[in-house]
């Protein structure tokens, strides 16, 4: 079974069977995380980070050495400044960066542009595909047309996409990246709300979406859905 739980801002829990793969772990940091960092010991497979920005990077180290078998993917840049850095082995690390599957225990994870910035290595989004369902999560962006990209090359059943503004899409950019991605089965908006900063009404995001024919999903903050 395969289960997706958002932790609040960027955060986010994919369960595939009996593995468990989390994206930018800010849960420290995080005002809406519904646990607290110990619920991760022993029970995570993959940490995936997007970018180092902290917000995404967020419990990272201290979540490996929670989870001995647990590996690293993002950018080998950024892996590597982290475990030069954190003194983190190499065999928890997967090599990758922008690019084609990498399948880790049935896993298949890929990166994939976003239009962002960050301190070490480019920044990216994610993909992660298994048990049939396809998952697009985007990370930090901007809107950019090479989205088309991402959506006919993996086809996505679910994209998970920042809408607070700002740093990011807003929920009228993102609603046209959802034309481009075309997610076959929900979209779910992130990155909103974290922060006054980021703050937008998501409503705008939901009525745009519907209206061109797409399903928006909004959870609530430690909300599970099965995919
Ligand atoms: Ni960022
Ligand atoms: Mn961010």
């Known amino acids: 079974m395969a289960q997706l739980r958002w932790l609040g801002h960027a955060a986010t829990l994919l369960t595939f069977g009996n593995k468990n793969i989390i994206i930018d772990p800010m849960i420290k940091n995080n005002p809406l995380s519904p646990v607290k960092i110990d619920y991760f010991k022993n029970n995570l497979d993959i940490i995936i980070v997007t970018h180092d920005h902290y917000d995404h990077l967020g419990d990272t180290v201290e979540l490996l050495k929670m989870n001995p078998k647990a590996k690293l993917y993002a950018t080998y840049d950024l892996e590597a400044y982290l475990a030069e850095t ?19 225990d049935g896993i298949k994870l890929a990166l994939t542009k976003a239009v962002h910035s960050s301190t070490h290595s480019d920044p990216t989004g994610a993909i992660v595909s298994a048990e049939g369902i396809t998952v697009y999560h985007a990370g930090d962006t901007g809107l950019f047309e090479d989205m088309k990209l991402i959506g006919e090359v993996f086809k996505p059943d679910y994209a998970l996409l ?4 700002r740093f990011t899409m807003d ?13 076959k089965k929900g979209v779910i908006p992130i990155h909103y709300n974290t922060w006054d ?3 937008v009404d998501v409503n705008d995001f939901v009525k745009l ?3 061109k024919g797409y399903n928006p999903i909004v959870l609530q903050p430690g909300q599970t859905i099965t995919l």
Do not use: H, R
């Open 162 to 165: 920042p809408i607070g503004g």
């Open 197 to 199: 900063l980021i703050k």
């Open 86 to 104: 954190y003194k983190i082995s190499e065999e928890s690390i997967i090599p990758a960066n922008v690019g084609g599957f990498v399948e880790v």
């Open 209 to 211: 979406v519907k209206t």
């Open 171 to 183: 929920p009228y950019q993102a609603s046209i990246s959802v034309e481009f991605i075309k997610p």
